[in-house]
């Protein structure tokens, strides 16, 4: 039982333990090429937090991991089977929902740990932040925290050489033989500025990939998703540690 994870820990322990930050990991329920689960973004957020956690923890953060949100916003991609799509205004009301329960509890610091590109909290907290001002609402991509080139030779972001690897290290049983994988193929869109990364409209999943990948996967290793792991586990803890740390009154300098 590891105590900064609520779903593994009970009253009788929780009511003595202190806790300043909660971290809540949000994923996504979505097909990842042929040959990952449709949980991916779920075992990333779960095995990523409980060990950037763990670390923390043993630095003395005052942390708890809520139980990972499965489904995420897949609204390009409605037309994917079983792609579980919740809405960001869905998204909304939950997250206030369990601010106010935090909030009520003298819990003020909140850190949404995303692993789905589809999710986008930014927005959100900014609203929300304006009904719970004592709150610290934060939020983080974990895929964008390292340089994913440093780590792997293919670039790509879904369901690519680093998912792919990270699966092969966190959860083997659940991944294909790689002959099995899709070459993750994208077709890049015609309009320049959008191709540039400086406008912006949602991809039409199933236009742009055949095989619901992007990034070619065929090069992944459950070596290099240890390596990986540890690196960004390590850089999560270090987020952890300094939001728990933090003094609210006293955040700029
Ligand atoms: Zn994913």
Redesign the pocket.
């Known amino acids: 039982m590891r105590p900064y994870i609520l779903a593994e820990t009970n009253w009788k322990t929780i009511r003595d333990y202190p806790v300043d930050l909660a971290v809540l990991p949000w994923g996504?329920t979505?097909a990842?090429n042929y040959h990952l689960p449709y949980s991916?973004?779920i075992i990333?957020s779960d095995k990523i937090a409980y060990e950037a956690a763990r670390i923390a923890w043993e630095q003395g953060a005052k942390i708890i991991v809520l139980p990972t949100m499965p489904y995420g916003v897949n609204t390009g991609q409605t037309d994917i089977k079983l792609d579980l799509n919740i809405n960001p205004s869905t998204q909304a009301l939950i997250i206030k929902d369990i601010v106010r329960v935090l909030n009520n509890q003298n819990i003020f610091k909140l850190l949404i740990m995303n692993?789905?590109g589809g999710n986008d909290f930014k927005p959100i907290l900014r609203e929300i932040g304006m009904i719970f001002p004592r709150m610290f609402l934060s939020y983080c991509n974990w895929f964008t925290a390292l340089n994913k080139n440093d780590f792997f030779d293919i670039p790509g972001d879904?369901?690519d050489e680093m998912?792919t690897s990270l699966l092969l290290f966190l959860e083997p049983r659940l991944v294909l033989a790689l002959e099995n994988a899709g070459e993750g193929y994208e077709k890049k869109i015609k309009i320049r500025g959008i191709r540039e990364g400086w406008a912006w409209t949602e991809r039409k999943w199933s236009k742009v990939t055949d095989d619901t990948g992007i990034g070619d996967p065929r090069k992944a290793t459950r070596e290099k998703g240890e390596k990986y792991f540890k690196i960004i586990t390590g850089k999560m803890a270090e987020l952890f540690l300094e939001i728990s740390n933090a003094d609210l009154n006293n955040l700029y300098e």
Request: net charge negative; no cysteine; proline share 0%.
């Open positions: 996504a979505e990842h991916a973004d990333e692993s789905h879904h369901a998912e």
